[in-house]
């Protein structure tokens, strides 16, 4: 499929997503089509990924594993080739790993997890930041979690992967200002996603008291839509971090 021609190529905003093969990804890879962006879908699984782009002319499906940093390369060279410019990242791709507390996680079990959560996320935002410098700016966006701010139970080595998202969130925006690139964290809390059925979100989530309780969540729309708000305002704003809940989640005062 031939990319967009002549301006309408050189106005185009242009952004990668990884983990675009379901989930928040997904929605807002959906979304942003729907706004006009052109949209490089990143993702382990490229059958997953073709049933996103749903023959799109402006989506991009390039199969990605984060953790190899030669893919994420190949990923950011076939989206400048076939776009030109790209102005925005969401650095989205995260598992949640083990439910376990921290006696109890395995060598095998942290690297796996920092593999994705952290080594992933620096392969992407390294490679954006690099291209954004040489093309003058652009956006980061990093998806932390409710977890990178207040822990749930047996979430040890999740938690501290998602602290350190913010920290290399803080660090982009810092280094970046010279070359007008800024890096954005959304910290998202219960959607009504395949990860959260996994936590037990919709039949009883494990608390700090050591009870369960079904917990509210929202739609997924919904948090991509604060993605794309983030990813839509203009060059000149920086969204330093936002934070988005289910309403009445146990997150203020959580414990």
Known sequence: M??????????????VITGAGSGIGKATAELLLSQGWNVALAGRSSHALEKVSNGHERALVVPTDVTQSSQVEDLFTQTAERFGRITTLFNNAGSFGPAVHIGELTDMQWQALCAVNLTGAI???????????????????????????VPRPLSAAYTV????????????????????????????????????????????????????????????EEAAAAVAFIANAPASASINQLTLTAAGMPFIGRG
Do not use: Y
Request: hydrophobic letters at 35%.
């Open 2 to 15: 031939n990319p967009p021609n002549g301006s309408s190529r050189e106005l185009a905003r242009t952004i």
């Open 123 to 149: 392969n992407c935002a390294r490679t954006a930041f690099n291209h954004m410098k040489e093309e003058g700016g652009g956006r980061i966006i990093n998806n932390g979690s409710i977890s990178a701010q």
């Open 161 to 220: 992967t998602k602290h350190a998202i913010t920290g290399l969130t803080k660090s982009i925006e810092l280094d970046g200002r010279p070359w007008a690139i800024s890096a954005s964290q959304i910290d998202i809390g219960n959607t009504a996603s395949a990860i959260m059925n996994q936590l037990g979100t919709t039949t009883g989530a494990l608390q700090a008291d050591g009870s369960r309780k079904v917990e509210p969540t929202f739609p997924l």
